[in-house]
């Protein structure tokens, strides 16, 4: 539904984004997920014809956004970092004129403009004049002209910003409502929010996508690494029972009878951990398998934090690329 090839945008000097390539399928629920400046609006204002590349292209449905961007718009509805919404116009007008704009059929008209305001909850203040309304209001009246139009494609840029956590929990479960009906791209510098509604996520920074996959695939980001807690009732020392043993990436022991053994590798690979513990006897309380948090690998991939070792990101973006998570979404 969206294809993104090579795309690049320089502003002067400055590459904002950097040869981009992902694609997204009907009905993926895709988060865009970096820091600060790292390319998300500038990336979804060239995907929505807002802005053109400095090379490579985007299509949507098929269509290249600047080839063909009236057959673009017609299928996209935007939310832009700064909703344009007109101060001066009441909700309900406003809707209705971007419902025209974006050629909906007259006799549709009144029913999506009614189906938009029920599901951004706009309906105790739809006389009202968008200038009157608080911040997280002209958020939803944002987010409701995006969807006026029933497009196929739904582009949201940090659709939450703004609003009280009530609020936030109200667009997560319309994003959730909308699963299914449309394929969905959002923005957000906000791990939980892409943890909470999406099931894919893109990492951009500094222009870049240093990773791409399933949520699942991206807590296990490290080679398929899992840690494993592990709590013996003796004193056994784990280094020389499991020394060699197939799958053990490293082994260390944070306090008695207690150790933490980073594994790479399937159920082969704990049962033979369990296996060696309980022959050697070490009465084994518990073993704990847990994945690497997504938290630690957004961090580890943007700021290059892993555990309070500082990490070059450039050297991480490397090694997520090489570990075959770059473009493995399909
Ligand atoms: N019109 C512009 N002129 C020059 N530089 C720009 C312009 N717009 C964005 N940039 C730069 O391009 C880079 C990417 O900006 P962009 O707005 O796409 O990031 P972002 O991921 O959306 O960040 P944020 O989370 O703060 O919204 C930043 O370094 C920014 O300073
Ligand atoms: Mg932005």
């Known amino acids: 539904m969206i294809e993104v090839r090579h795309l690049t945008k320089d502003y002067g000097p400055h590459r904002a984004i950097d040869n981009l390539n992902f694609t997204l399928n009907k009905g993926d629920v895709v988060g865009f997920l970096g820091p600060n400046g790292a390319g998300k609006s500038t990336t979804m204002k060239i995907i929505t014809g807002f802005m053109a590349p400095t090379s490579g292209e985007a299509l949507v449905g098929g269509f290249d956004v600047f080839e063909n961007p009236i057959e673009v718009k017609r299928r996209i509805g935007y939310l832009p970092e700064t909703p344009p919404v007109y101060l001066d116009m009441s909700v309900q007008d406003y809707l209705q004129y971007v419902a025209e704009l974006k050629g909906v059929e007259k006799n549709k008209k009144s029913a999506l403009v009614a189906r938009a305001i029920e599901k951004t909850n706009l309906g105790s203040v739809q006389k009202r004049m968008i200038g009157n309304l608080s911040k997280g209001f002209r958020q939803r009246v944002g987010i409701a002209q995006a969807l006026v139009s029933d497009p196929d494609v739904l582009i949201l840029d940090e659709p939450t910003v703004g609003l009280d956590p009530k609020q936030v929990a109200e667009i997560r479960d319309l994003i959730q409502e909308l699963r299914g009906q449309h394929t969905i791209i959002l923005s957000t510098h906000i791990l939980s929010e892409v943890q909470a509604v999406c099931e894919k996520a893109i990492i951009i920074n ?34 020389q029972t499991l020394g060699g043993a197939q799958g053990i990436v490293k082994i260390e022991s944070p306090k008695s009878k207690e150790w933490l053994v980073d594994v790479s590798g399937g159920d082969e690979v704990l049962e033979n951990i369990s296996g060696l513990i309980v022959q050697a006897k070490g009465g084994l309380l518990e073993l704990t398998p847990s994945k690497l948090d997504l938290e630690d690998v957004f961090l580890k991939l943007t700021y290059g934090q892993d555990s309070g070792v500082p990490r070059d990101p450039q050297d991480s973006a490397t090694n997520a690329i090489s570990t075959g998570v770059q473009g493995g979404s399909k």
């Open 206 to 239: 500094k222009g870049r996508i240093v990773a791409q996959d399933t949520i699942e695939n991206l807590s296990r980001v490290d080679k398929g690494q899992l840690r494993l807690h592990i709590r013996l009732a003796k004193d056994l020392n784990l280094s």
